[in-house]
């Protein structure tokens, strides 16, 4: 009950909070929330749509509202602080959130995995070279051993609008993500890759996955 309540506590208690704070302090918290903690003072600056030095100004007084950490980078005191102020955001400007902040990174030259984070939570067809960046990001992870954040990246470009070819290649990507993490999925996978590809020396490299995988 108590841990139910705690968070549930602050959770008011930043409201209030961000009730009595300045539009541009505001906004910078919800900048920090929706790009996670440690994110660059201009991209933070940018997607709050405020100028570095007003982000700065709203930083301090984030500091001083018992939010943000005195020392830098930027992140919030606790991780149920940045929750609170993540949630207090409606769902849907949220998802609009994600997709500015996609292209904001993206606009910086910031690590594809940086702008693929914020794709994950994007509505399909709000981000520039979403698919590019989901597919960067899922070959960096499988290379670090990190095959379930692949397979997720994969998994998520898949909603974007996609002609047959390349959603065959994505198919036979996430195949090889999938077939390493033991999921029997991967069958299915190869199987719509078979039916999608047109390019004749894909298709049979697809056919040859799924004679392995069954």
Avoid: C, W
């Avoid at 749509?49 to 020392?71: C, I, K, M, P």
């Avoid at 929750?83 to 030259?109: C, F, I, K, M, W």
């Avoid at 939570?121 to 070959?139: K, N, T, Y």
Wanted: charged fraction near 25%.
């Amino acid at each position: 009950e108590v841990e139910r309540l705690a968070p549930d506590a602050v959770a008011r208690s930043v409201r209030m909070r961000m009730r009595r704070l300045a539009p541009e302090a505001a906004s910078v918290a919800r900048a920090v929330a929706i790009l996670g903690d440690g994110a660059d003072h201009g991209h933070v600056a940018a997607l709050a749509g405020v100028g570095r030095q007003a982000a700065a100004q709203a930083a301090a007084t984030l500091v001083r509202a018992d939010l943000l950490r005195h020392e830098p980078p930027l992140r919030f005191v606790h991780p149920v602080i940045r929750n609170a102020v993540y949630d207090s955001v409606p769902a849907l400007e949220r998802e609009q959130e994600h997709a500015r902040a996609a292209a904001v990174l993206a606009t910086a030259g910031a690590p594809p995995a940086q702008v693929a984070a914020q794709v994950l939570f994007a509505p399909p067809e709000s981000v520039e070279g979403a698919v590019a960046a989901l597919r960067a990001a899922a070959r960096r992870a499988a290379t670090e051993g990190g095959l379930e954040s692949a397979a997720t990246y994969l998994q998520r470009a898949l909603e974007e609008p996609l002609d047959d070819q390349e959603r065959g290649e994505l198919l036979l990507e996430l195949a090889a993500a999938e077939f390493a993490l033991g999921k029997p999925i991967v069958v299915e996978r190869h199987r719509e890759a078979v039916a999608v590809l047109r390019d004749p020396r894909r298709r049979g490299d697809a056919y040859l996955e799924l004679a392995r995988a069954q």
